[in-house]
T-cell receptor, first 113, second 114 residues
Framework: AQSVTQLDSHVSVSEGTPVLLRCNYS??????LFWYVQHPNKGLQLLLK??????LVKGINGFEAEFKKSETSFHLTKPSAHMSDAAEYFC???????????FGTGTRLKVLA | DTAVSQTPKYLVTQMGNDKSIKCEQN?????MYWYKQDSKKFLKIMFS???????INETVPNRFSPKSPDKAHLNLHINSLELGDSAVYFC?????????????FGEGSWLTVV
Protein backbone atom coordinates (compact mmCIF):
# COMPACT_ATOMS: atom_id res chain seq x y z
CA ALA A 1 0.00 0.00 0.00
CA GLN A 2 1.12 3.52 -0.70
CA SER A 3 0.19 6.86 0.74
CA VAL A 4 1.47 10.38 1.09
CA THR A 5 0.90 12.87 3.86
CA GLN A 6 1.38 16.56 3.28
CA LEU A 7 1.92 17.92 6.74
CA ASP A 8 0.69 21.46 6.13
CA SER A 9 -2.53 22.39 4.36
CA HIS A 10 -1.49 26.07 4.18
CA VAL A 11 1.91 27.74 4.20
CA SER A 12 2.50 31.50 4.11
CA VAL A 13 5.87 33.05 3.40
CA SER A 14 7.09 36.52 2.56
CA GLU A 15 8.45 37.19 -0.88
CA GLY A 16 12.19 36.55 -0.94
CA THR A 17 12.17 34.14 2.02
CA PRO A 18 12.68 30.36 1.84
CA VAL A 19 9.88 27.92 1.13
CA LEU A 20 9.50 24.52 2.78
CA LEU A 21 6.59 22.23 1.91
CA ARG A 22 6.63 18.95 3.76
CA CYS A 23 5.72 15.51 2.47
CA ASN A 24 6.00 12.11 4.09
CA TYR A 25 5.31 8.92 2.20
CA SER A 26 4.54 5.31 2.89
CA UNK A 27 5.30 2.59 0.37
CA UNK A 28 5.81 -1.15 0.51
CA UNK A 29 8.26 -0.98 -2.37
CA UNK A 30 10.83 1.49 -3.63
CA UNK A 31 8.77 4.55 -4.47
CA UNK A 32 8.87 7.14 -7.16
CA LEU A 33 7.95 10.55 -5.83
CA PHE A 34 6.80 13.69 -7.56
CA TRP A 35 5.82 17.25 -6.81
CA TYR A 36 3.16 18.89 -8.95
CA VAL A 37 1.97 22.49 -8.85
CA GLN A 38 -1.52 23.73 -9.65
CA HIS A 39 -2.09 27.43 -10.18
CA PRO A 40 -5.64 28.73 -9.70
CA ASN A 41 -8.04 27.32 -12.29
CA LYS A 42 -5.18 25.61 -14.07
CA GLY A 43 -4.01 22.07 -14.66
CA LEU A 44 -1.20 20.21 -12.92
CA GLN A 45 2.39 20.89 -13.85
CA LEU A 46 5.30 18.66 -12.92
CA LEU A 47 7.89 20.42 -10.76
CA LEU A 48 10.29 17.54 -10.18
CA LYS A 49 10.53 13.81 -9.64
CA UNK A 50 12.62 11.28 -7.75
CA UNK A 51 13.11 7.89 -9.34
CA UNK A 52 15.99 6.28 -7.37
CA UNK A 53 18.85 8.21 -8.91
CA UNK A 54 20.22 11.21 -7.01
CA UNK A 55 18.46 11.85 -3.71
CA LEU A 56 18.58 15.62 -4.20
CA VAL A 57 16.37 16.46 -7.12
CA LYS A 58 16.30 19.81 -8.86
CA GLY A 59 13.18 20.95 -10.63
CA ILE A 60 11.82 23.90 -12.49
CA ASN A 61 11.53 27.46 -11.18
CA GLY A 62 14.27 26.99 -8.58
CA PHE A 63 12.52 24.24 -6.62
CA GLU A 64 14.30 21.20 -5.29
CA ALA A 65 13.46 18.24 -3.08
CA GLU A 66 15.47 15.73 -1.12
CA PHE A 67 14.52 12.09 -0.80
CA LYS A 68 15.30 10.81 2.72
CA LYS A 69 14.57 7.13 3.03
CA SER A 70 15.33 7.00 6.75
CA GLU A 71 12.75 9.70 7.38
CA THR A 72 10.37 8.62 4.59
CA SER A 73 10.25 12.24 3.52
CA PHE A 74 10.38 14.18 0.28
CA HIS A 75 10.19 17.83 1.28
CA LEU A 76 10.05 20.57 -1.34
CA THR A 77 12.19 23.68 -0.91
CA LYS A 78 13.02 26.90 -2.66
CA PRO A 79 15.57 29.42 -1.40
CA SER A 80 13.59 32.53 -2.24
CA ALA A 81 9.86 32.73 -2.81
CA HIS A 82 8.38 34.71 -5.65
CA MET A 83 4.84 36.01 -5.91
CA SER A 84 4.26 33.72 -8.89
CA ASP A 85 4.91 30.68 -6.65
CA ALA A 86 1.53 31.14 -4.96
CA ALA A 87 -0.36 27.97 -5.86
CA GLU A 88 -1.43 24.54 -4.63
CA TYR A 89 1.34 21.94 -4.41
CA PHE A 90 0.82 18.20 -4.47
CA CYS A 91 3.18 15.44 -3.41
CA UNK A 92 2.60 12.21 -5.35
CA UNK A 93 3.84 8.64 -4.86
CA UNK A 94 3.79 5.64 -7.12
CA UNK A 95 5.64 2.36 -7.55
CA UNK A 96 6.59 0.57 -10.71
CA UNK A 97 3.74 -1.09 -12.53
CA UNK A 98 0.92 -0.01 -10.24
CA UNK A 99 -0.89 2.30 -12.71
CA UNK A 100 -1.85 4.38 -9.72
CA UNK A 101 -0.38 7.72 -8.74
CA UNK A 102 -1.42 8.58 -5.19
CA PHE A 103 -1.82 12.26 -4.39
CA GLY A 104 -1.41 14.02 -1.09
CA THR A 105 -4.10 16.42 0.06
CA GLY A 106 -2.18 19.44 -1.16
CA THR A 107 -0.48 22.45 0.41
CA ARG A 108 -1.62 25.91 -0.51
CA LEU A 109 1.33 28.27 -0.67
CA LYS A 110 0.65 31.93 -0.10
CA VAL A 111 3.37 34.49 -0.84
CA LEU A 112 3.10 37.82 0.92
CA ALA A 113 4.47 41.01 -0.59
CA ASP B 1 1.36 21.87 -28.96
CA THR B 2 -1.05 20.72 -26.29
CA ALA B 3 0.05 17.34 -24.95
CA VAL B 4 -3.14 16.28 -23.14
CA SER B 5 -6.25 18.16 -24.12
CA GLN B 6 -9.73 17.93 -22.64
CA THR B 7 -13.03 19.37 -23.76
CA PRO B 8 -15.07 21.08 -22.56
CA LYS B 9 -13.13 23.10 -20.01
CA TYR B 10 -16.30 24.29 -18.28
CA LEU B 11 -19.62 22.52 -18.15
CA VAL B 12 -22.74 23.53 -16.23
CA THR B 13 -25.64 21.11 -16.41
CA GLN B 14 -28.76 20.06 -14.56
CA MET B 15 -29.21 17.05 -12.33
CA GLY B 16 -30.29 13.99 -14.22
CA ASN B 17 -28.61 14.95 -17.48
CA ASP B 18 -26.03 12.84 -19.31
CA LYS B 19 -22.75 14.47 -20.32
CA SER B 20 -19.38 13.54 -21.80
CA ILE B 21 -15.88 14.88 -21.40
CA LYS B 22 -13.41 14.14 -24.15
CA CYS B 23 -9.68 13.64 -23.78
CA GLU B 24 -6.93 13.28 -26.32
CA GLN B 25 -3.16 12.97 -25.92
CA ASN B 26 -0.53 13.44 -28.61
CA UNK B 27 2.39 12.11 -26.60
CA UNK B 28 2.26 8.59 -27.98
CA UNK B 29 1.53 7.19 -24.54
CA UNK B 30 -0.09 3.80 -23.98
CA UNK B 31 -1.69 4.61 -20.63
CA MET B 32 -4.43 7.11 -19.86
CA TYR B 33 -6.25 8.08 -16.68
CA TRP B 34 -9.16 10.00 -15.27
CA TYR B 35 -8.79 11.75 -11.93
CA LYS B 36 -11.43 13.60 -9.95
CA GLN B 37 -10.57 16.68 -7.87
CA ASP B 38 -13.16 17.54 -5.25
CA SER B 39 -13.97 20.91 -3.70
CA LYS B 40 -11.19 20.43 -1.14
CA LYS B 41 -8.66 19.97 -3.95
CA PHE B 42 -8.21 16.28 -3.19
CA LEU B 43 -7.27 14.31 -6.31
CA LYS B 44 -8.35 10.72 -6.59
CA ILE B 45 -7.89 8.29 -9.43
CA MET B 46 -11.04 7.04 -11.11
CA PHE B 47 -9.82 4.94 -14.03
CA SER B 48 -6.62 3.78 -15.67
CA UNK B 49 -6.47 2.38 -19.19
CA UNK B 50 -3.52 0.75 -20.88
CA UNK B 51 -3.65 0.13 -24.59
CA UNK B 52 -7.43 0.67 -24.57
CA UNK B 53 -7.94 -1.87 -21.80
CA UNK B 54 -9.31 -1.00 -18.38
CA UNK B 55 -6.67 -1.53 -15.70
CA ILE B 56 -8.07 0.30 -12.69
CA ASN B 57 -11.63 1.14 -11.73
CA GLU B 58 -11.56 2.72 -8.31
CA THR B 59 -15.07 1.86 -7.13
CA VAL B 60 -16.54 4.55 -9.29
CA PRO B 61 -20.35 4.43 -9.66
CA ASN B 62 -21.38 2.73 -12.86
CA ARG B 63 -23.01 5.99 -13.98
CA PHE B 64 -19.45 6.82 -15.04
CA SER B 65 -18.40 4.98 -18.16
CA PRO B 66 -14.98 5.58 -19.71
CA LYS B 67 -14.49 4.73 -23.34
CA SER B 68 -11.18 4.40 -25.14
CA PRO B 69 -11.68 4.19 -28.90
CA ASP B 70 -7.92 4.17 -29.42
CA LYS B 71 -4.75 4.67 -27.40
CA ALA B 72 -4.81 8.43 -27.86
CA HIS B 73 -8.33 8.98 -26.57
CA LEU B 74 -10.11 8.32 -23.29
CA ASN B 75 -13.56 9.84 -23.00
CA LEU B 76 -15.65 9.98 -19.86
CA HIS B 77 -19.40 9.65 -20.08
CA ILE B 78 -21.55 10.38 -17.04
CA ASN B 79 -25.20 9.34 -16.84
CA SER B 80 -27.87 10.75 -14.55
CA LEU B 81 -25.69 13.48 -13.14
CA GLU B 82 -25.94 14.19 -9.41
CA LEU B 83 -25.00 17.25 -7.38
CA GLY B 84 -22.07 15.34 -5.89
CA ASP B 85 -20.55 14.88 -9.32
CA SER B 86 -19.61 18.55 -9.34
CA ALA B 87 -15.82 18.56 -9.44
CA VAL B 88 -12.84 19.11 -11.66
CA TYR B 89 -12.03 16.10 -13.81
CA PHE B 90 -8.48 15.67 -15.02
CA CYS B 91 -7.39 13.46 -17.84
CA UNK B 92 -3.78 12.28 -17.84
CA UNK B 93 -1.45 10.04 -19.76
CA UNK B 94 1.88 8.26 -19.34
CA UNK B 95 3.88 5.37 -20.64
CA UNK B 96 3.16 2.13 -18.76
CA UNK B 97 4.42 3.07 -15.32
CA UNK B 98 7.89 2.10 -14.22
CA UNK B 99 10.28 3.82 -11.81
CA UNK B 100 10.90 6.73 -14.18
CA UNK B 101 7.46 7.33 -15.66
CA UNK B 102 5.96 10.79 -15.44
CA UNK B 103 2.24 11.34 -15.70
CA UNK B 104 1.09 14.32 -17.74
CA PHE B 105 -2.18 16.06 -16.99
CA GLY B 106 -4.65 17.98 -19.04
CA GLU B 107 -5.95 21.39 -18.02
CA GLY B 108 -9.03 19.97 -16.32
CA SER B 109 -12.77 20.08 -16.96
CA TRP B 110 -14.83 22.01 -14.43
CA LEU B 111 -18.20 20.28 -14.07
CA THR B 112 -20.98 21.99 -12.14
CA VAL B 113 -24.26 20.16 -11.60
CA VAL B 114 -27.18 22.36 -10.56
Amino acid sequence: AQSVTQLDSHVSVSEGTPVLLRCNYSSSYSPSLFWYVQHPNKGLQLLLKYTSAATLVKGINGFEAEFKKSETSFHLTKPSAHMSDAAEYFCVVTTSGTYKYIFGTGTRLKVLA
Amino acid sequence: DTAVSQTPKYLVTQMGNDKSIKCEQNLGHDTMYWYKQDSKKFLKIMFSYNNKELIINETVPNRFSPKSPDKAHLNLHINSLELGDSAVYFCASSQPPDRTTTIYFGEGSWLTVV
